[in-house]
Every structure is written in structure tokens, then in C-alpha cells.
């Protein structure tokens, strides 16, 4: 719509003039960092800690990494620019995957929708009419040759969001498509998110039980330690975790608890820490305090490093490096005034960057309102770009490094940080945490006081509690719909490969998945067999969760066909 | 008239959609609020939903979406409700959805849509101000 600012049309000036005149001498309510921190007027060098530079701080690529994990960081090579896809059928997201990939991503990304990461097949009572509204639904190793089909898997780099124990089906998955394809599963590059621990707090609980989210989070780790050593097995995800409103010490805190709960386990089976902690990744937010956010990050870069150092003994540097993936705060965006999200995603992403990312998501401006557009996919894309060539922040390494100001609210995270864990080892540690369910308690009472910040005016956020305007009417770049008929195509498909495929053979197959759960096995290999013979998402799920005592469909209304 | 009896919500996610952040929230705001507030849980059918309503006799059924899920569930839940006939029950929703769809979810039978980014204090006062029991 054109513009004319005819007289009628033109009504910004909202209230009095003697707001208006106000609004002139106006200071800033708060001085406070996101997290809560009062923070001073300036920081000199009196606000040192006695830190030793060699020590504490040291050059990027040099223990204990607070600068970076690179001595040359993006004059090596730029981050990763990786926008999550997911949406409706493989195909769908297959599509959406190459246009990106097209337009100059770097990475690809893709995202696995709620049925998937609840463990149910697309035909599933429960699933059909949500199939793909979040994400890509992978029923079979059909699905998985549909989203992969024509992609060089040796040489991309492949970021797999399956969170859930639904990730080691997912990890199956991948490996027997590419194995199908030729490809030895060690030339394969990327990473898979599998931290079912934390995805308990995200929705997914019964998919999550904790002593089989250890078993099939580590099986996948251990599986890839061996066969495939470009692989990355996990991101433990920090950045949901922030998503429940937790501080920026929190996020770190809790994110390392559950980090130990996968090495403890993996050291139990005998696992040398040298031996795999070189793939261990993160997935990390940035939220809108630019400063607090590159502290949190260069803070738990050290901590990491003398975490690995101290308390496991590792001696390869790898090991102590902190490798993280971001993901732009999704709970920082809001629907009201949307376009303005663009402007948040910028800020954080430019954190980010400044902390020394490895790979970076910026969230699209539509979250609030829908799946990403195409339009607002390319923009958040663009927004990398112009991070990445126009803005010169990537020439010099940790650019905030030896600033005050920096220095000092790093030392604050990290000693925040370090407060909480203490505490949850007094609990007894982070299992136990999760088992009495302190860890729930804590994201519920900080979710409140964040709301409470907003209702107050404590914290304020444009078009929320300050400079709100009339609701829109529509969605600037337009709505992305998930196409129900690939949705109704998909299920369709589904039911057809259950009712045609060789039934003797995949019964074998699951037999030997239920004896190597059965004997604590690695089940990696099983379900790789499992999912040639056809074997689905929920049926190699439901055969391993029967194995530990529990249903075989996480919402307790089918039952194993296998018995 | 005057009620003098505590206003009831209940509240609720519905189909698979896990983030339940902001429903907890307001569960727990609204109790602040002097409200009595049942919160169902995750993974609830209109059935689960509608049956609680009867149940626990409430005031306002208040649902969560932010899965993309509203315009599949909302008139199942609105249908159920009919059947019955709980149509002196308020129907709020709240969540992530695009401005495009508010119209239509009013239209299929919601009283009021809250999108994410709303303070407490309006959906409160909507409650208070909008609920049908009690009122001739």
C-alpha cells in the first residue's frame, strides 16, 4: 500500500505534547543486565578481577579458550550460516532445504515436527492431524531418502533436530540412507541433536524417560565416537532450556549438569574421555542483552575448558573446547509490530558473533505468527549475510575481549554460573535434580518472574508494555500454511508400506533390536537393520521402550505388533 | 448480580503441542488474580477438555496453541462443547498464531484470542468482565 502523508493519515504522535516534550529528557529506567545484574555506571581496570590474562583469558585457540576456540577464528572460516527447516511432508521440507541452499546457506538444517520427536509413526492416531505443523515427520527410511534425495552427503554438512530418543531412530535412519547410497557412514559431516534430557522440559516427557534418555542419547554418542568421526552426536541444548525463561547463568549451569549426565555415562561404558569429547557440541542462546550474552558465552568457553581439564582429565585440547551452535532467542520475538523482530534477531545475532559462534540460526521474523515464509526464511538468511560481508565484525577475533566492562561481567557468568552448579551437585546432582523435579520448580518460578518483569514495566519490550500499538490485521510478508493434503499424502504412504512390506523379515530384524536392548547393548546397529527392513520410527521406539519397562507408544494407545 | 463465588478456569494444552511455558504462567497469574484455576496438562482432546469443564464446573475453558494446531482443534473443542451445551462457558485461547487467523478462530466459536505478547492484566479483566455463568 502506498503511502501519503496526507493529514487524516498521519497519527504517530500518540498523547500530549507534554509527553512528547518528556520524552526529551527521558534516561533509561534500568540499569540492570538481562539476567538481573546491577551493573555499575563504568568499568575501569579497578573492576578487574586478579585475573592472569595467560591464565584466565589467553589467546583464541590457547586453554582455556574464553577468547575463542580458533587462534585465527573467522579468517579461518566464517560460522555456519544454518536456517532450521521444517515443514510438512519430507518433500516439503526437501524443497524449502534447496531453495535455501541456493540463496548461500552454508549448512543444512532441519527440524523434526512433534509427532517425529514424540516417537510416532505419521499413521498414528494421535499424529495424523498434526503431522508436520512443526516440522519434518520421518516415518520410514522413505521419508528419510525423500528429504535427502540428490544431496551430496559427503560433502555437506547436515544439522539433524531430532532431539527426543526419537534421535537415535533418526541417527538410524541417516546412516542407512546414506549406507544405501554408497557413502561409508565415516565421510559423513554434521551433527544430530540428541539430548533427549533436556527435551523432557520441552513437551516431550513420555518420550523422554530419563534412564532411557541416557541409554539412546549415549548409544547414539558412542555409535558415532566409532564409525563416524565427522560426525557431531549432540547438541546439548542449552537454548531450550533458556526458552523457559531461566537467566543467561542458568542456561549454562544447567546445560553443563546435563552434559555430565552423557559423559558420566559414556565414561561408565569405558569410553576414554580424549576418545569422544572431541564431538561434543552445544546449542546456545542469544538473547537481546548484547553484552551479557558475549559474557555468558566466553564464560562457559572457560568453564568448559577447566571442566574437562580439572574434572575429567582430559589432556587433547579438543576436548576442552567449547563448540556451540546458536539459535537467536525465539522467546524474544512477539507478534505485536512484527517487522521489529527483524531488528532483535540483528542484535542477537550480532552476539553471536561476537562471542565466536562455530554455527549460527537466526530465527525468521514470522516465528511468533507461523512456520518461516519463504520470504522471512531468505530475510533471516540475508540477516547472516550481512553480519558475515558487510559489517567487518568478522576480522578480528573476540573483538570485546580486554574490555572492562566485558572482562568483568564474563568473571560475573562464570561465577554465577559456578554458584548454581555447586548447588545441584549439593542436590546430589543433576539426575537427581531432574528426578525430584527441583529442576521443573526452577523454570517455573522464573517464567513467572519474567511475566511479572513485563505486567510491572520492569523490563520493557516495544509493542508488549511500551509504544503498544491497535493489533495488525495481517502479516507483513504473508503466512506460511503447512499443505494438509501432503500431510494426508504422507500418512497415506505410511499405511501403504506397512500394509506391502516383507513381514518375516522385518520381525527378524526386530527381534534383534529387542535382544541387544534386552543384553544393554549398542542398538545403533539393530535399528540400522530395523529401518532397511521397513521398520518404523514408533515401531523400533516402542520395541526398545517395551525392553525398559515402558509402553510401547508413549501415548498409550497401540500396541506392539511384534509380540 | 453479584457472584460471590471465586471465578473457575480451566486450563488447558490440547493435541501433542509441548510448550506449555506460557499456560503454566497464566495458570499461575490468574490464581494471583483470585482466580480458582485448574491447570489440565499437555497432550489433552477436546473430550479430556470438555469433560474436565463439566466436572469442575468452570467458568472459562482457556486453551494453548502454539503448534500451529488451532484451526485443526478449535472446532472440535467448540463441537464438543455444544454437545454439551456448555455454552454459558467462556472460550479463550492463547498462543502464537498469525493475526489472519483470529477471525476465523472468533468466527468458529472463541470468545477471545490472546496472542503471545499479552500482559496479565487484560486477559484478567477480560475474564472477569465476560463470564456468562451467573449472569441473566
Redesign the interface.
Known amino acids: 500500500m502506498d503511502q501519503v502523508n496526507q493529514k487524516k493519515q498521519v497519527e504517530t504522535l500518540e498523547g500530549s505534547w507534554e509527553d512528547y516534550i518528556k520524552a526529551y529528557y527521558e534516561k533509561p529506567a534500568s540499569f540492570k543486565s538481562w539476567s538481573g545484574y546491577d551493573l555499575k555506571e563504568i568499568y575501569t581496570p579497578r573492576d578487574r578481577s586478579a585475573e592472569e590474562y595467560e591464565k584466565d583469558i589467553a589467546d583464541a585457540g590457547t586453554y582455556p579458550f574464553t577468547r575463542g576456540i580458533h587462534a585465527n577464528m573467522f579468517r579461518g572460516r566464517l560460522w555456519t550460516k544454518r536456517e532450521v527447516v521444517g515443514i510438512g511432508s519430507p518433500a516439503d521440507t526437501h524443497e524449502r532445504l534447496e531453495y535455501l541452499a541456493h540463496q548461500g546457506g552454508s549448512g543444512l538444517n532441519t527440524i523434526a515436527d512433534v509427532t517425529y520427536e514424540m516417537g510416532l509413526d505419521a499413521d498414528h492416531p494421535r499424529a495424523v492431524d498434526e503431522v508436520g505443523l512443526t516440522g519434518v515427520n520421518i516415518t520410514s527410511i522413505r521419508d528419510m531418502e525423500t528429504l535427502t534425495r540428490d544431496i551430496p552427503l559427503d560433502k555437506v554438512s547436515w544439522s539433524v533436530i531430532t532431539a527426543s530418543t526419537a534421535a537415535s531412530v533418526s541417527m538410524a535412519q541417516y546412516v542407512a540412507v546414506a549406507k544405501d547410497r554408497g557413502y561409508d557412514p565415516a565421510v559423513l559431516r554434521g551433527s544430530i541433536q540428541n539430548d533427549p534430557i533436556h527435551f523432557r522440559y520441552c513437551g516431550f516427557r513420555p518420550a523422554c524417560p530419563l534412564d532411557l534418555s541416557i541409554k539412546l542419547g549415549s548409544d547414539v554418542m558412542e555409535f558415532c565416537t566409532k564409525k563416524m568421526p565427522k560426525w557431531y552426536y549432540t547438541t546439548v541444548n542449552m537454548y531450550d532450556l533458556r526458552e523457559q525463561g531461566i537467566t543467561a547463568p542458568q542456561e549454562v549451569a544447567f546445560g553443563f549438569g546435563i552434559a555430565m549426565c552423557y559423559i558420566d555415562e559414556l565414561i561408565r561404558r569405558g569410553l576414554d574421555i580424549d576418545e569422544f569429547a572431541p564431538r561434543f557440541t552445544f546449542y546456545v542462546s542469544c538473547h537481546i542483552d548484547i553484552f551479557e550474552e558475549v559474557a555468558k558465552i566466553r564464560a562457559a568457553r572457560r568453564m568448559w575448558a577447566r571442566l574437562m581439564k580439572e574434572k575429567y582429565g582430559a589432556r587433547d585440547p579438543r576436548s576442552m573446547q567449547f563448540r556451540f551452535a546458536v539459535h537467536t532467542a525465539g522467546c524474544s520475538l512477539i507478534p505485536q509490530q512484527p517487522l521489529n523482530n527483524i531488528v532483535r534477531i540483528s542484535y542477537e545475532a550480532l552476539a553471536a558473533v561476537l562471542g565466536g559462534v562455530q554455527s549460527l540460526h537466526c530465527c525468521s521474523y514470522d516465528e511468533p505468527m507461523c512456520l518461516p515464509t519463504e520470504k522471512g526464511h531468505l530475510q533471516a538468511l540475508r540477516t547472516q549475510q550481512i553480519l558475515a560481508y558487510e559489517t567487518g565484525v568478522t576480522n578480528v577475533v573476540d573483538p570485546l575481549g580486554g574490555s572492562y566492562y566485558v572482562e568483568s561481567l564474563t568473571d560475573k557468568m562464570e561465577e554465577e554460573s559456578l554458584k548454581i552448579m555447586k548447588q545441584v551437585e549439593d542436590i546430589g546432582g543433576m539426575e537427581d535434580a531432574i528426578r525430584t523435579e527441583w529442576l521443573d520448580a526452577q523454570f517455573e518460578s522464573e517464567a513467572v518472574k519474567r511475566q511479572k518483569e513485563l505486567d510491572s514495566g520492569e523490563k520493557l519490550v516495544v509493542g508488549v508494555n511500551v509504544f503498544t500499538t491497535e493489533q495488525e490485521k495481517s502479516t507483513p510478508l504473508g503466512v506460511q500454511r503447512v499443505s494438509s493434503a501432503s500431510a494426508k499424502q504422507q500418512v497415506q504412504e505410511v499405511r501403504e508400506l506397512k500394509r506391502t512390506r516383507n513381514m518375516n523379515k522385518l520381525k527378524i530384524a526386530i527381534a534383534r533390536l529387542r535382544d541387544d536392548a534386552g543384553e544393554r547393548k549398542n542398538v545403533i546397529p539393530a535399528m540400522i537393520e530395523a529401518t532397511k527392513a521397513f521398520g518404523t520410527t514408533g515401531e523400533l521406539l516402542g520395541t526398545v521402550r517395551e525392553v525398559f519397562g515402558y509402553p510401547y507408544d508413549p501415548m498409550e494407545i497401540l500396541e506392539s505388533p511384534f509380540q | 448480580m453479584v457472584r460471590n463465588k471465586k471465578i473457575k478456569v480451566l486450563l488447558s494444552?490440547v493435541?501433542?503441542?509441548?510448550?506449555?511455558?506460557g499456560v503454566?504462567?497464566i495458570a499461575?497469574?490468574l490464581k494471583e488474580a483470585g482466580m480458582e484455576v485448574i491447570y489440565l496438562g499437555?497432550?489433552q482432546t477436546e473430550q479430556n477438555i470438555v469433560k474436565a469443564a463439566i466436572d469442575e464446573d468452570v467458568d472459562v475453558i482457556g486453551v494453548s496453541y502454539l503448534?500451529?494446531?488451532h484451526l485443526?482443534?478449535t472446532p472440535k473443542i467448540v463441537e464438543e462443547m455444544k454437545k454439551n451445551d456448555l455454552d454459558d462457558v467462556l472460550l479463550i485461547a492463547g498462543g502464537?498464531?498469525?493475526?489472519?487467523?483470529?477471525p476465523a478462530m472468533e468466527k468458529m466459536g472463541i470468545d477471545k484470542v490472546f496472542?503471545?505478547?499479552s500482559?496479565?492484566?487484560p486477559i484478567a479483566d477480560y475474564i472477569k468482565n465476560n463470564i456468562k455463568k451467573g449472569k441473566e
Open positions: 494444552k493435541g501433542l503441542d509441548g510448550h506449555d511455558r503454566k504462567v499461575s497469574l499437555m497432550y503448534s500451529g494446531e485443526v482443534f502464537t498464531f498469525p493475526p489472519e487467523d483470529i496472542r503471545a505478547g500482559l496479565t492484566e
